[in-house]
């Protein structure tokens, strides 16, 4: 039986609509302060591991390649968004009175964050280019090789902080609060969180993200069978880097400080292992992981290092028992068949 237009419409809008109410609770309690600032924190960072997660496994799941450097370019996206808005909205030591009224800064925010995406597609850019001719273990010594990189380089910027970090970005947190009083470090992470989740679905189901699954596949097949292998490596590494380097941006402005240490190989190994755990190239699997291990971190938090002792050796137990990972290559639509109704419409 064919179904009514107005059934049709709900079904295709249910998900938006489900996103806009969660949105808008998690917003409201924010502002009524019925969630406390630490539940705020863990919500936050949570969106960010979503983000860093679903990216990396773009590359590393999607496409079949192994970088292990994503926290590199987090950095890179970390530091110019933290740089361009307290240059433009916060009166700073460093640079003195800022360019922009404080005002602007909730209309700016987003295009700030985006340029720290930008400029974290351009590092990505430098990894892509050796991907070219390397696979495998030696693309994994080029990325770590480019986040030491990175880390080196920033350390070494005194004008910037250097080792001792940059901070000031607290005050454009309070700038974008007194035009309007509302949580809007949540709110950004939410949009951004969504938007990311949305553009790899509809990056990995376009005619263009076939041809990463076909280089995952067989690279050599897939050039036989007309892929430009180095068009879709490019574009896939600066996409890739270029959400970790929003990651990066949010994370920032969340924590109000910034230093280059919170972005060394640990932090690039949290990511791989929220990856490995979800599932090699599952959209799904990714955004599962990334909360599960979100909230693991927090209740291994008062044990401290152990709690990395602990976090590998999951790891190494799901590598053991199910090494393809909670769900494997497969999304939630695969095993729940009838969520594909609310989300695909033709």
Known sequence: MRKTPVKSILQR?????????????????????????????VLMFMGVNII????????NGNMGE??????GFMCVGAYVASILGVLLFAKDKIFGVPL???????????FIIIAGGIAAAFAGLLVALPSYKTRGDYLAIITIAANYIIISLIENLGAIGGSRGFMGMKKVVNAMNDVVDLP???????IFTVFTVWILRRYNSSTFGKGVSAICQDEVAAEIMSVDTNKVKTITFMLSSGLAGIAGGLFAYIIGYVNPGSFN??????????????????????VMSAIFFTILLELLRPLQIIKWVIIPLVLIIVMQFRPEGIMGNRELSDIFPKLKRFYRFK
């Open 66 to 71: 192994f970088s292990c450097g994503h926290a």
């Open 265 to 286: 190989i640990l932090k690039s190994t949290e990511v791989m292992v929220m990856v490995y755990l979800g599932g090699m190239a599952s959209l799904s699997g990714a």
């Open 52 to 59: 860093l997660s679903t990216s990396l496994n773009l590359v």
């Open 100 to 110: 922009l009224s404080p005002d602007l800064a909730v209309y700016c925010f987003p």
């Open 184 to 190: 809007w470090m949540v709110i950004w992470v939410f």
């Open 13 to 41: 809008y249910s998900v938006h609509f489900i996103l806009v109410v969660l949105g808008a609770g998690i917003t409201y309690l924010a502002y009524q302060e019925a969630i406390g600032l630490y539940v705020l924190s």
